[in-house]
């Protein structure tokens, strides 16, 4: 018998292993086996057994030995590779790979493991008397609580660790009143745990939309369109709630890291210890424990990030994809997927629910809802008494600017800040300055890998490449002339910081960017803190926008703008109104009336304009006419061809290639090569080539043919090149 098994490498191909008959139950289709491949032993996954072999059947190496019993891919999964493989044109056996938590892809055993719980000792407890229990904690309350709840339920040991600390469970192990057991999870046990907290009122909207989502039957495609702070979170909770209590599980997609903790509570709070977490930060173990508590059913509600969206459910019930607008859904780099078309391919094959909820719909989807695809659900009111935000342009034409901010803005922030408000800055920059130049000789340090300015940063006493990650000492003094002459040109969140810091002394100014969040729970901390009005002036990048409650600030100014008007990118205009709107939304989320201003030497730009006066909504409707009319997505459909290597010469070879074998597609038209946004990187130029067509089937199927002839290409293998399915930017 002959298995044929699917390797991560990059081959768009299958591999055939050899087996005895007596063998054949111990390698199941869907399960992982390990074979030979070179002089290595890599991990595979079954797709089929066959009793004949199109090879040399002498020359077929036999199997090393199976690593599952059962199935880890059931055959929904194996369905979902075989369309990702076809549809993003990339190998079967990276799909798989790519689905798998890491522990897995290296063979580690995917039965579930015993885990360590906190079980009351009742030996020691028998010999205890009430009146020397009571005594034992009256000098430790959180011991006396922890024990009661163990007291009625076992507890995980890192759940207790994290709850309370490790000092107060090594207390009461040390006084033997609780011990530590192994223990095997068991299956489907989440209904167990569930609590169910009490509702919010709905408001009509938002009843409305509960009941259409909640009487949908088998697949239905929602997309929730919620101004900022109108309660979609309360929408998605009393819909859960409705798939829980027929025993289903239910996928929630967020974008960022940081906005899991806040999801997360909100969860707890309603369902109980039923919420399971997934994203980057996790270690190995823990993923692979989430994967299995989703294959196992023993937890009802996972909020994940985007690769999240290949999680095992063992009872899907409905799919749910917050802020579904946000670029992050769209993987960057190696199997270039979008989750947000992922879950909706899920949600299809489940026959469940999919709900995209958004204050800024993708033109994708709104054009999927006004084209009734979706079913289209309006929150065009801010839950509570929350009024929305006004939104006003600043003209900086002829005014002096200290941090890059007009003189009355200062004034306004200076304003908010006396009346015990908080106020938030935004600028797309990290890092002190983005240039530092020579006021003598004109040179810019630059890194030459990249051909890119180096970004100051003063708090790390270095320049920092933001493209490669390479960094330098900062230098008092010019590399070329030695000129003592030099200065930083531009704004950076650092520098608006310790400007803003240094004039209004008397608050607490925090940067929230990259480079100030970095650590496990460092955003999360500094998100609590503002909470808490710990910080009253609040400077970062894009993390400020990404949906965080933030119930003091009052005023939103928004940096730069302009820099979105003229660029290169047709998306950009969208990007733009999505950010704005946005950030607009962190202002005035409470009963304190909020104001928005942009800062812009462009104050008569039509799109300024439009967005501003019309609102997002009115905005994103004109630009997808306009797309319609310019036959733009969501109107066609784009594959772009990207290339890399450290000369142009083979680069341009390879591209002028492609394009003689795309313009053999009638259907098909092609723009390139273009140097991408970004056009060198780590000593690496960068091209690329665009593909479109009004269909998306057409276009999947032109590039696969054209990919296959290009692996041909003399240069094929020298380049680092792939084929992006619907790319979202062009950098």
């Not at 989502?213 to 819909?239: P, W």
């Not at 995209?356 to 009111?381: C, D, F, M, V, W």
């Not at 962190?586 to 304009?609: D, F, T």
């Not at 890399?644 to 074998?661: D, K, M, S, V, W």
């Amino acid at each position: 018998m002959y298995l044929s098994v699917a390797l991560a490498v990059p081959l768009h191909r299958d591999f055939a292993y050899s087996i005895s008959k007596e063998q054949l139950n111990d390698y199941p289709i869907g399960g992982r086996v390990q074979v030979p491949f070179g002089n290595k032993k890599r991990v595979g996954v079954v797709l089929a057994v066959n009793s004949e072999c199109e090879f040399d059947a002498a020359k077929v190496k036999p199997a090393i030995k199976p690593l599952d019993t059962a199935p880890i891919f059931s055959q929904e999964l194996m369905s979902l590779a075989k369309w990702i493989s076809r549809f993003y044109i990339y190998p079967m056996g990276e799909v798989l790979s790519a689905m798998l938590p890491t522990l897995l892809r290296k063979g580690e055993s995917a039965e579930l493991t015993a885990l360590e719980y906190l079980h009351v000792c009742k030996e020691s407890l028998a010999k205890i008397s009430q009146s020397d229990l009571i005594e034992t904690f009256k000098r430790s309350k959180k011991q006396a609580q922890l024990f009661q709840y163990i007291s009625s339920h076992p507890m995980l040991l890192k759940d207790a660790k994290k709850a309370y600390s490790p000092s107060i469970v090594k207390g009461l192990v040390d006084k033997s009143l609780v011990h530590v057991n192994l223990q095997t999870p068991k299956t489907n046990t989440w209904q167990e745990n569930m609590l169910l907290g009490e509702k919010k009122r709905a408001n009509p909207e938002q009843a409305i939309a509960i009941a259409s989502i909640n009487q949908a039957e088998g697949y239905t495609g929602f997309l929730i369109e919620g101004v900022t702070g109108s309660g979609k979170t309360e929408v998605y909770l009393q819909v859960i709630e409705e798939v829980l209590q027929q025993g289903q599980q239910v996928l929630i997609l967020v974008p960022e890291i940081g906005l899991t903790p806040q999801t997360v509570k909100r969860f707890e709070e309603r369902f109980g210890n039923v919420v399971a977490v997934w994203h980057s930060a996790l270690t190995d173990n823990e993923r692979l424990q989430v994967w299995q508590q989703a294959k196992h059913n023993q937890m009802a509600v996972f909020i994940g990030t985007r690769s999240s969206v290949f999680l095992p459910l063992a009872k899907p019930g409905m799919i749910i994809v917050d802020e579904e607008h946000d670029e992050s859904y769209k993987q960057q780099d190696k199997l270039r997927y979008h989750a947000r078309d992922i879950a909706a391919y899920r949600a299809n094959q489940y026959n469940i629910p999919l709900v995209l909820g958004t204050a800024t719909p993708s033109l994708e989807s709104l054009h999927n809802a006004l084209s009734h695809k979706y079913r289209h659900l309006i929150l065009a009111q801010r839950a509570g008494s929350a009024s929305m935000p006004t939104q006003h342009l600043i003209d900086l034409g002829g005014q002096v600017l200290d941090a890059g901010i007009a003189p009355s803005m200062m004034m306004r922030i200076e304003q908010q800040l006396k009346a015990g408000n908080q106020v938030l800055i935004y600028v797309n920059r990290r890092g002190y300055a983005p240039a530092l130049i020579c006021e003598q000789c004109g040179h810019v340090e630059t890194c030459l890998d990249c051909d890119n300015p180096f970004t100051v940063h003063l708090s790390a006493h270095n320049l920092q490449c933001h493209r490669c990650g390479k960094f330098e000492p900062y230098q008092h003094s010019c590399k070329k002339c030695h000129s003592k002459n030099v200065s930083t040109q531009g704004i950076g969140t650092e520098q608006i910081q310790q400007i803003l810091a240094k004039r209004f002394s008397d608050y607490s100014c925090v940067r929230i960017d990259s480079d100030s969040t970095r650590g496990k729970r460092k955003l999360n901390e500094l998100l609590t803190e503002i909470n808490q009005n710990k910080h009253q002036l609040l400077v970062g990048t894009q993390i400020l926008s990404k949906g965080h409650h933030f119930p003091n600030v009052t005023l939103a100014l928004i940096l730069n703008v302009d820099s979105f008007l003229f660029s290169s990118d047709y998306r950009a205009p969208e990007k733009l109104a999505q950010l704005v709107t946005q950030l607009s939304g962190r202002a005035g989320r409470e009963n304190k009336p909020g104001e928005v201003w942009l800062q812009s030497y462009q104050v008569g730009h039509p799109l300024l304009q439009d967005l501003v006066n019309n609102g997002y909504s009115h905005f994103a409707r004109t630009l997808l006419s306009e797309r319609i009319a310019a036959k733009l997505p969501p109107a066609s459909y784009q594959a772009a061809i990207r290339v890399e290597h450290t000369e142009l010469a083979p680069i341009l070879n390879f591209l002028e290639y492609a394009g003689q074998l795309l313009g053999q597609f009638k259907q098909l038209e092609f723009v390139g090569p273009f140097p991408a946004g970004v056009e060198k990187k780590q000593g690496r130029y960068r091209f690329i080539t665009v593909a479109q067509s009004n269909s998306s089937a057409y276009l999947v199927k032109a590039m696969q043919q054209a990919k296959e002839a290009l692996e041909k290409h003399q240069f094929a293998a020298k380049l680092r090149w792939i084929v992006d399915i619907m790319p979202t930017d062009f950098s």
